[in-house]
């Protein structure tokens, strides 16, 4: 089984990019996504893309390394809300 690192918009936002930036970072990869022959980011309601197609749109590399610490980061400030 493959197993694809994701992200979403939020996951952009806390590294630090805008809300409507990170919208548009997830519909370009999506489009992107498609364009290599993968329809089904076509759906209006998926919002969750394939870290290497973030990366190709933004034309640097996330590590792995930052991306567990935002997700723990991210954990936590939900576990707190509750």
Known sequence: MVHVITM???ELV???YGASRAQDIIRRAKLLMVR???PYYKSPKLGRVPV???EEILGL???TRTLAEL???MHSEA???K
């Open 14 to 16: 806390a590294l630090g």
């Open 61 to 63: 590399q996330i590590s």
């Open 52 to 54: 290497t197609a973030v």
């Open 8 to 10: 979403t918009k939020h």
């Open 71 to 73: 997700a723990k980061t």
């Open 36 to 38: 290599k022959g993968v």
């Open 79 to 81: 576990t707190k809300e």
